[in-house]
């Protein structure tokens, strides 16, 4: 059969897009066809029920090879090969050493080390990548940007002392002084001297990059899809553009950035958002006309000269932090599965998966095994780095990425009228931009607050109660005579304890869903509650917080895809309707873990477990009068 030439349609008669409009058409019977079948997103453009070759016709994607210019369908000609990469935070270097060697041997071949500025020695490095090849694996480094050029010469000396051949050495060191300037607001603006330093300290070793785009660090802020990929255009472009001011050879400047993005849950918008990525940083770096000096002569050059191999995006995807959930987290585990799938099929370099429990602890011995294994999975069982670019030539996906890429596009020209990244970023512009965005901060009575954009509202919030821009989930703490401090049981039967730990001695048993808990101390994890008079210890990972009056439908409730509304807050009452997954709603009352509020003209009561306050895994409430808080 696979050898036959025989075409399997040609008995049936072809149909026309306008007929399947005919047939659509009558199928709605009446209903509006636009508001019914095409999806508006986030991004700006509609996107229509169906697809068919013809919508095809003048797309360019479509005429590009792997492994060729402008590298829509990717950067490599004859497999998908992807590096498995895992951080470790140093805290111990001879511990870290051991536990990146052992990980080694479970599948990794890409080490991410966060290393403290203090500790940086040659005798620090070499304890640290002892018994490491260097050359076997991706190496990448991150510490305080003012000690990154310090990490990178410490790094070359030690590479030469080993006696690697540098021209295979694979890697990087996270300089991004532009990202750091968004997450803690400091002014790092002149940073050229630094930039220009690292590249040529990082010249000799061709494949380690040094000048990183975080745009993970948009990605975990909310941003859309858009907006990630125009301002990391944008951001790469500063760097590009500043080197090259500084004299800086075009081909060496591209060939030292990096791309560091994030993944979200759209499954089809991130294929289409990596293919167009490539696609327009090679069009950008086309224009500063790089020349090769590879002897001998290189093979990949334009008719005038230009070096396509500086072209080429090296970029690595890390699953978002952004929509992971704390009161169900073994639902995370679908999610950046099917995060880590789309950036796999869609040819990134190297991709790190979130351990599932990472929003309520310290990633464990088990969920980073998960983590790891959700990636060989992909490449043992899917054998996806076995194909190149498998989403080309679908109608969907390749028109997805024209639209994504002129969304991106028109907002990386908007930046560039208005003065560049470096200019957005100290004007406040691109944090602004973003859904959930940090606009101000300032103390009040020794407490920090926030002015953020939410939901397309301004208010002020407690910053225990916000997930920054960098991603970093802050800890529940009270404040004192608030009502911010009732909670609510988010199981359907607990135990409460005598003290902060399981170890400790049952106080209660069988603490119904709802039960509401004033928490008056939280130690460890745990929250301090009076119970029937007495003192009692709550594990904070099993309530929910009244801390939003804004929630999204996140799972079932046994209905199908989705949860039923309810006349009154009781398990047993009249149910009014069905609300679909992924609804957002706002409430207008909560109480014993139910919220009121009014979808498709009914009222009724909907049950909190099987929904997240948007914008922040442990919810979030503000103020919009700055003087009242």
Same mark, same amino acid.
């Given at each position: ?10 008995? =049936? ?45 003048? /797309? ?12 829509? &369908? ?32 479970? %599948? ?32 990448? =480094? ?6 990154? !050029? *310090? ?39 002149? =940073? ?7 590249? *040529? ?10 000048? $990183? !785009? ?77 020349? @090769? ?33 704390? =009161?169900?987290?073994?639902?995370? /585990? ?58 080309? %030539? ?41 859904? $959930?965005?940090? /606009? ?25 109660? /916000? ?24 199981? &359907? ?34 929250? &301090? ?26 799972? @079932? ?33 909560? &109480? ?38």
């Amino acid at each position: 059969m696979a050898d036959s030439k025989e075409k399997l349609f040609s008995d =049936f008669p072809a149909v026309s897009t306008e007929q399947w409009m005919e047939k659509i058409t009558a199928d709605l019977k009446g209903a509006d066809f636009e508001k019914k079948l095409v999806w508006r997103t986030n991004e700006g453009f509609k996107v229509k029920p169906f697809y068919r070759q013809e919508d095809l016709e003048g /797309l360019k994607t479509t005429e590009g090879l792997p492994g060729e210019f402008p590298y829509v &369908r990717g950067t490599k000609k004859n497999d998908n090969t992807w590096f498995v990469r895992q951080e470790i935070k140093v805290e111990c270097p001879k511990e870290a050493n051991a536990k990146a060697l052992d990980i080694l041997n479970k %599948g990794v071949d890409s080490l991410g080390f966060y290393v403290k500025k203090k500790d940086l020695s040659p005798e620090y490095i070499e304890t640290l990548l002892n018994d490491i090849c260097a050359e076997c694996i991706e190496l990448n =480094f991150s510490t305080c940007q003012g000690h990154t !050029v *310090e990490l990178a010469k410490l790094l070359v000396a030690y590479f030469q002392k080993k006696g690697y051949d540098l021209t295979k050495l694979q890697g990087s060191v996270n300089y991004d002084p532009m990202g750091k300037m968004m997450v803690k607001g400091k002014d790092l603006s002149n =940073f050229i001297t630094t930039a220009k330093e690292l590249v *040529e300290v990082l010249a000799p070793l061709p494949k380690f990059r040094c000048i $990183c !785009v975080n745009a993970i660090e948009l990605n975990n802020a909310g941003s859309y899809i858009s907006q990630e990929l125009g301002y990391a255009l944008a951001w790469g472009n500063e760097y590009l553009s500043k080197l090259v001011e500084a004299g800086v050879p075009a081909a060496l400047a591209a060939k030292k950035i990096k791309f560091n993005f994030g993944i979200s849950s759209n499954y089809f918008l991130e294929i289409a958002k990596f293919r167009a990525a490539r696609m327009l940083w090679a069009d950008i770096v086309k224009e500063y006309h790089p020349q @090769c000096n590879r002897q001998p002569e290189c093979p990949n050059k334009a008719e005038d000269g230009t070096c396509l191999c500086a072209c080429k995006m090296v970029a690595h995807a890390e699953t978002s932090t952004f929509n992971l959930t704390l =009161f169900d987290a073994h639902v995370n /585990l679908l999610r950046t599965q099917t995060e880590a799938m789309s950036a796999a099929l869609a040819g990134v370099n190297s991709i790190t998966v979130t351990p599932f429990d990472k929003t309520y602890e310290t990633p464990d011995d088990f969920s980073e095994r998960i983590a790891r294994n959700q990636q060989l999975l992909l490449k043992e069982e899917c054998h996806f780095n076995k194909v190149v670019d498998p989403a080309a %030539g679908s109608y969907f996906i390749e028109n997805l990425t024209i639209s994504i890429a002129t969304q991106a596009w028109e907002l990386f020209l908007k930046v560039e009228d208005e003065g560049g990244m470096l200019e957005a970023v100290k004007a406040g512009k691109v944090q602004e931009g973003v859904p $959930c965005a940090l /606009l101000q901060e300032k103390t009040v009575d020794g407490e920090k607050w926030a002015k953020i954009d939410f939901c397309n509202r301004q208010g002020w919030c407690r910053m225990d109660r /916000l997930r920054t821009i960098s991603g970093e989930t802050c800890y529940f703490y009270v404040k004192e005579n608030s009502n911010e401090n009732t909670v609510f049981v988010n199981e &359907r039967a607990i135990k409460l304890h005598t003290g902060a730990g399981q170890d400790t001695d049952i106080a209660a048993t069988d603490v119904k869903y709802g039960t509401e808990l004033t928490i008056s101390k939280v130690e460890d994890g745990w929250g &301090r509650t009076n119970y029937q008079n007495k003192e009692c210890w709550i594990d904070m990972n099993v309530v929910g917080f009244y801390t939003s009056k804004y929630w999204q439908v996140e799972r @079932c409730d046994g209905s199908k895809n989705g949860i039923k509304l309810r006349k009154s807050s009781t398990e047993d009452s009249e149910q009014l309707t069905t609300i679909p997954l992924c609804t957002k709603f706002q409430s207008s009352d909560c &109480r014993n873990g139910w919220a009121r509020f009014t979808y498709g003209g009914k009222t009724g009561w909907l049950k909190l477990h099987y929904a997240t306050p948007c914008g922040s895994s442990k919810g979030l409430s503000f103020s919009e009068d700055e003087n009242n808080f």
